[in-house]
Antibody, heavy 118, light 107 residues
Framework: QVQLKQSGPGLVQPSQSLSITCTVS????????VHWVRQSPGKGLEWLGV???????DYNAAFISRLSISKDNSKSQVFFKMNSLQANDTAIYYC????????????WGQGTLVTVSA | DIQMTQSSSSFSVSLGDRVTITCKAS??????LAWYQQKPGNAPRLLIS???SLETGVPSRFSGSGSGKDYTLSITSLQTEDVATYYC?????????FGGGTKLEIK
């Protein structure tokens, strides 16, 4: 069955970077895009970006200067990196797979609670 | 960016009630509308896509309707397990954007 499993740190110091790996199973990264969404009490659910099956990326303009998404198809892994984190980046970060034929999200990772604090 | 507005952030309901949750887009999204259910500690769960298409495994008491800018999620005969927060999401344009959520609470 389709699964997305996230791994990454829970605590990041201000101005440092966040890296999360999303390891997928049950589908191929060459067939589906993987999106990143975060959720915070202050801003709710925010779409951050996507890496498409062909390897191209789209980013939310609000984060484009400090966000990078890449992948390794052979390892079924997607890599998320956000730079220059501040306290208001504290949130749960999710990877999610888009549904067939749409950018709704049928499958989600378990989420990574990231706290930005010294 | 397209703004998605869920007019009610929360409301109290009784078991067995029919519940209607509304979502309004800042512009026409041509039925590119999804609904999610989220329970505490869990990721959102996709219920409906394309404004009206129920995902596999979602109970038939859930339904979606609407067009243009205005969309509705309905739950007939609310069950205990339906107590959750519900979000709409448009995917007509990039970036996909979400509503602020509607939390259902039991009276």
């Amino acid at each position: 069955q389709v699964q997305l499993k996230q791994s990454g740190p829970g605590l990041v110091q201000p101005s440092q970077s966040l890296s999360i790996t999303c390891t997928v199973s049950g589908f191929s990264l060459t067939s589906y895009g993987v999106h990143w969404v975060r959720q915070s009490p202050g801003k709710g659910l925010e779409w951050l970006g996507v890496i498409w099956s062909g390897g191209s990326t789209d980013y939310n303009a609000a984060f484009i200067s400090r966000l990078s998404i890449s992948k390794d198809n052979s390892k079924s892994q997607v890599f998320f990196k956000m730079n220059s984190l501040q306290a208001n980046d504290t949130a749960i970060y999710y990877c999610a797979r888009n549904s067939v034929g749409s950018s709704s999200f049928a499958y989600w990772g378990q989420g990574t609670l990231v706290t930005v604090s010294a | 960016d397209i703004q998605m507005t869920q007019s009610s952030s929360s409301f109290s309901v009784s078991l067995g009630d029919r519940v209607t949750i509304t979502c309004k887009a800042s512009e026409d999204i041509y039925n590119r509308l999804a609904w999610y259910q989220q329970k505490p500690g869990n990721a959102p769960r996709l219920l409906i896509s394309g404004a009206t298409s129920l995902e596999t495994g979602v109970p038939s008491r859930f339904s979606g309707s609407g067009s243009g800018k205005d969309y509705t999620l309905s739950i007939t005969s609310l069950q205990t397990e339906d107590v959750a927060t519900y979000y709409c999401q448009q995917y007509w344009s990039t970036p996909p954007t979400f509503g602020g959520g509607t939390k259902l609470e039991i009276k």
